[in-house]
């Protein structure tokens, strides 16, 4: 494989924060060099290289999605590695941080070495797998965490499986703290949040549908926070998506808390209104809150007060969503539409490209102890093109993903990727740009 230089990049820099014009090299599987000084006919002094004339497009880094699901073992069905590495090449994500909520859960050793062959096997992105928590993601009985570390889980979770008792939970976060091992909490009071299917308010009362006060996000975080305060572990939680959860999550870190936390691109763009008259892929975990939690959202990212934008891709089959919405299965996927949704933020002004690329990319890898997510000579070659400005009209039938349950389905976006690279090797676009 001959060397690269994708040549006029407007290049994204999440670490230093600046957009500059100029060229980038790939040697092997990492940037070699960065050229923003101007060259004179780079076409002629780059000639001994494979050459990508990127056109003024953005070259930043490949995105980090912490918290894809996917089906392998158990549900092959609803998302295989293949399908889901192809949608993460095609929407620019170049790592996927996979959950460990599969059937049998991601809760052995032997399990995970499975999850990791099949990964290397089929998909054309890098895989960084999670292990659950604890045994079953029953909450009774904690993991081997250090022999799931030792085989390649990043962090450990229950996913969306709240470890009820308190007791279990300080023991599991003393073994980890340890360990040195990241624990990612999902905060929701699970006793309040049974069976709730919408956010508590006048809409959820209108539409019959059953509710959840968005305290039961608090009340869950302040449980963990003080978990934490007890044992000194190391906690990054997944989803935060109310107002009233964001107080709690600055004192913490004012505090010294070794704390991180995240937000899903669908609770950055969507509200509770978007549910509209039922409509199904709009049935998530947490749901849909109010645009004043949406806004609040939304500044926090860019003061930093949440650190990690997600998709939270959890593929459901047509059958289990063409149900009545109490019914339904809960989540959407989001691989393929996580950058051109979150490209939305950009376009109305409320985060610069370098901001966004440091929630999408910069941050994670840096929690996740990663190599990647920068632009910077010497950094592994995980890179995406793409036109933030493109327009198109989302049609999910033509989604990379084996399930195609996605809440933008019809929905007039901006942004398209032209190239993926993934170290060093272009796994979508054509030759050019």
């Known amino acids: 494989m001959r060397d690269t230089v ?17 060229h980038l090299i790939i040697r092997s599987t990492t940037i070699y060099d960065i050229v923003t000084d101007p060259v004179a006919n780079p076409e002629e002094r780059f000639r001994a290289l494979t050459q990508v004339d990127a056109r003024g497009l953005c070259l930043a880094p490949g995105i980090v999605d912490w918290g ?9 069905h609803k998302e295989s590695f293949r399908t889901a590495g192809r949608a993460a090449a095609a929407g620019g994500v170049t790592t996927m941080v996979t959950r460990p909520d599969t ?45 799931l570390k030792d085989t390649g889980a990043v962090a450990f979770s229950d996913g969306l499986r709240v470890v009820a008792d308190s007791r279990i939970y300080a023991r599991a976060l003393t073994y980890a703290r340890s360990m040195d091992a990241l624990v990612v909490a999902h905060v ?27 305290l039961a996000e608090r009340i869950a975080l302040d449980r963990d926070l003080a978990l934490v305060e007890m044992t000194g572990a190391r906690l990054h939680v997944d989803q935060i998506t109310t107002a009233r959860a964001l107080p709690r999550l600055e004192r913490a870190r004012a505090a010294g808390l070794d704390l991180s936390a995240g937000v899903s691109i669908h609770h950055l763009t969507l509200n509770e209104f978007d549910i509209g008259d039922w409509r199904t892929f709009f ?28 998709s939270m891709h959890t ?37 610069t490209l370098p901001q966004l690329f440091r929630a999408l990319s910069l941050n994670p ?48 976006m901006q942004g398209k990727v032209k190239g993926t690279w993934v170290a060093g090797r272009r796994v979508h676009g054509g030759e050019h740009a």
Not at 105 to 126: G, Y
Not at 380 to 390: N, T
Request: glycine share 8%; aromatic share 4%.
């Open 103 to 147: 059937d049998p859960a991601i809760d052995t050793p032997e399990i995970l070495e499975f999850h990791l062959r099949r990964a290397q096997e089929d998909s054309p992105v890098h895989v960084r797998p999670m292990a659950a928590l604890t045994r079953g993601r029953q909450g009774r009985e904690m993991t081997e965490i250090g022999f």
């Open 315 to 351: 593929p459901q089959d047509e059958e289990s969503k063409r149900l009545p919405f109490e019914d339904a299965a809960s989540g959407a996927v989001g691989l393929e539409t996580l950058l051109p949704a979150a490209l939305r933020l950009v376009h109305a002004g409320h985060l």
């Open 188 to 214: 929701q009071d699970p006793a309040l949040s049974s069976g709730a299917v919408a956010t508590h308010g006048a809409f959820a009362t209108l539409r019959g549908l059953p509710s959840v006060h968005p």
């Open 365 to 412: 890898a840096r929690r996740l102890g990663l190599d990647c997510g920068r632009l910077a000579v010497g950094a592994p070659a995980d890179l995406v093109l793409f036109d933030p400005d493109a327009p198109f009209l989302l049609d999910r039938t033509k989604l990379q993903s084996k399930s195609r349950n996605t809440p933008f389905d019809g929905a007039r």
């Open 283 to 310: 049935k998530l975990t947490p749901p849909l809150r109010s645009e004043d939690d949406r806004l609040a959202m939304v500044e926090a990212v860019a003061s930093g007060t949440i650190d990690v934008i997600c």
């Open 68 to 76: 894809v699901k996917v089906g392998e073992p158990g549900e092959r």
């Open 6 to 22: 994708i040549l006029h990049a407007r290049l994204i820099d999440p670490e230093s924060g600046a957009e500059r014009t100029g």
